[in-house]
């Protein structure tokens, strides 16, 4: 990676108190740093995950995530609700929910009474602190995993529209976790088991 060797500039010594050539630093960023052990059910997993990318059918299951994303985004859109970038491109999308008067602590813990989880996450220029926060993130690749398409997606922003502007009503937000028990029966985590 380096041409020539050379002592690095900010003077770090070795436990010798010899200054430390550049390249003993990069050695020492990939391991133990960033590298760690050769940990075999790391090796593994990687190489499961490897395998899945190879197959034809993740290429499918990659574009149904994109699909299913920039569907909820714009079903989100739709319901006034603050997308930072105003849509997504990728898996996921981050809400400012300022407008909606709920912070993102508040969402996060309704949402969860109710059986559908995301995350409070920070927005741009947010007034809130890290603990409480302005925004959610929600993702979808665990329901496409499940094998829900673009019109279930915006079945989901329905539920969540329904939970945040009524927060504060428990039957509500009970009658919601029924339906999403419901609705997602059709979806198994496990098909195959069946």
Request: charged content about 25%.
């Amino acid at each position: 990676m380096v041409r020539h060797d050379f002592e690095n500039p900010w003077g770090i010594k070795d436990p010798k108190g010899n200054t430390r050539t550049i390249t003993q630093l990069l050695d020492l960023a990939v391991f133990p740093g960033i590298q760690g052990g050769p940990l075999e059910h790391i090796i593994a997993a990687k190489a499961v995950a490897f395998g899945e990318i190879l197959d034809d059918s993740f290429t499918a299951y990659a574009r149904q995530i994109v699909a299913n994303a920039q569907a909820m985004a714009k079903a989100f859109v739709d319901k006034d609700y603050n997308l930072i970038s105003g849509g997504t491109d990728n898996h996921l999308m981050l809400i400012d929910l300022r407008n909606k008067n709920i912070t993102g602590k508040k969402a996060q813990e309704t949402l969860d009474k109710a059986f559908i989880t995301l995350n409070k996450n920070a927005v741009p220029f947010d007034d809130k602190s890290p603990f409480v926060t302005s925004g959610i993130r929600v993702g979808v690749p665990a329901v496409t995993t499940r094998g829900l398409k673009e019109e279930h997606v915006i079945q989901v922003v329905d539920l969540i529209d329904r939970v945040l502007t009524n927060a504060d009503n428990e039957k509500l937000i009970g009658d919601v976790r029924e339906e999403v028990k419901a609705f997602m029966k059709q979806f198994p985590l496990y098909p195959e088991l069946g």
